[in-house]
């Protein structure tokens, strides 16, 4: 299994992994050395993989080669390819003794040495790739006009996929005849449109956001989300606990930026909590200051990993970055949560945009010129508590989800189209 990524990218993996355990499958997980510790935590084989992945908003200021988002981040997700003992030399080599691959969409190599090795290969991406009318690709910029929405939908992702293959098709085809020694493929190849004229199994993991288009046929399967519990072994301190028995339900902020970049001081904190009458307790990614800061009655700060199952159904509200992983643990839980995506990261743009148009939370989508302030934001918290339509709806969606088992029906897709392979190598 390769993913590259954040702890987001991960998480669902390690989920996923130990079903397949489970089912009776050696494992390996192919990531970054910063995963190696949270991986093995849970008897999960870690190779590891040398991606230095710089920050993205940083590194299109210093290239400065286009003032257009999509292209910035082809030429982001792809850059790396050109260097000296790449993604591409770490994944063959990862490879070498596999049986299966599962990979999700930044490991996309991953693709083309299951063709050179003739073992069966999975696409299991966060974010989806296959052609449809119902939404845009997901690294296109949204469509305004509602009478072409559809047109545009569907043209998206062949524009996309041709601009990127375009992009990557050199360093892909040199690599694939000097260490695959397979033929090169020609410009109109594609990356998605191979895959999709290959019909490779498919398995998405972000349902009920989303539900199956009718254009994805049968190999592509879209299971609920796959959950990695870990609040069994997990124990909150005495002064989380303590917070938490206080008063109404706190509203939960995470990974919030203002207009500049910065995340909210103490001072906006306590003004938000004194508008919306609210308690917050911040998820703070700076040790330091979760660790520094003074513990009031409005404020509680935590640093690290705190599971969601735990924490999120003693919420009002979550006000988060718009990341897959923290909208289904929202959703799980019931609660309304505001997505406020970083502008540099399109899929927190676009699983945002779903989750709005779901009825199932508020899409906070900040421009360059505007600013989040504590009285905009205060006022959007306020309007989510008091959304009993919505409450409605997530307690409903809710529900659904912990009926589920994302992991087993991702497995089950697994088996059905591993079968499939065995037969006709047979």
Not at 12 to 26: F, N, T
Request: charged share 20%.
């Amino acid at each position: 299994m390769a993913t590259r990524g954040s702890h987001g990218d991960v998480r669902p993996y390690v989920a996923l992994a130990l079903g397949l355990k489970k089912a009776g499958h050696e494992v390996q997980i192919a990531t970054t050395e910063e995963h190696i510790e949270f991986v093995n935590s849970f008897g999960i084989e870690f190779v590891s993989m040398n991606w230095e992945f710089p920050n993205f908003e940083t590194y299109v200021l210093k290239k400065n080669i286009f003032n257009i988002r999509t292209l910035n981040e082809i030429a982001y997700l792809s850059d790396d390819l050109k260097i000296e003992n790449s993604m591409l030399a770490q994944l063959w080599q990862a490879c070498q003794k596999a049986e299966a691959i599962i990979f999700n969409a930044p490991a996309y190599p991953c693709y083309y040495i299951a063709e050179k090795l003739g073992i069966p290969c999975y696409m299991a991406p966060m974010q989806p790739h296959h052609q449809t009318r119902d939404f845009h690709n997901w690294i296109m910029p949204p469509f305004r006009l509602k009478f072409l929405k559809n047109i545009y939908n569907w043209f998206s992702y062949p524009l996309f996929d041709l601009i990127f293959w375009l992009h990557i098709r050199p360093t892909i085809n040199k690599w694939r005849q000097e260490t695959l020694n397979l033929l090169p493929l020609p410009v109109l190849a594609g990356l998605l449109r191979k895959i999709q004229q290959q019909k490779l199994p498919t398995i998405y993991s972000f349902s009920p956001l989303i539900s199956k288009p009718s254009e994805w046929e049968e190999y592509v399967h879209l299971t609920s989300y796959w959950f990695l519990d870990t609040s069994e072994n997990w124990q909150p301190s005495t002064n989380l606990r303590n917070f938490l028995s206080k008063g109404l339900p706190p509203i939960y902020i995470s990974k919030i930026w203002d207009n500049n970049h910065h995340q909210f001081t103490k001072e906006v904190l306590l003004e938000i909590s004194a508008l919306t009458g609210r308690r917050i307790i911040v998820h703070s990614s700076d040790a330091d200051e979760a660790k520094d800061a003074e513990f009031t009655d409005k404020l509680f700060f935590i640093d690290g990993l705190i599971p969601h199952e735990w924490l999120f159904s003693k919420m009002a509200v979550v006000v988060h970055h718009g990341g897959l992983g923290t909208i289904m643990s929202s959703l799980r839980a019931g609660i309304p949560s505001i997505a406020i995506p970083f502008l540099f990261l399109t899929d927190q743009e676009f699983w945002t945009t779903q989750l709005a148009q779901s009825g199932l939370g508020i899409d906070f989508i900040l421009q360059d010129e505007d600013e989040l302030s504590a009285q905009k934001l205060a006022a959007v918290i306020q309007s989510a508590i008091n959304d009993q339509a919505m409450q409605t709806r997530l307690i409903e969606v809710s529900n659904k989800i912990k009926k589920e088992d994302g992991v087993q029906q991702a497995i089950e897709a697994f088996h059905q189209h591993l079968d499939k392979y065995t037969s006709l190598q047979v």
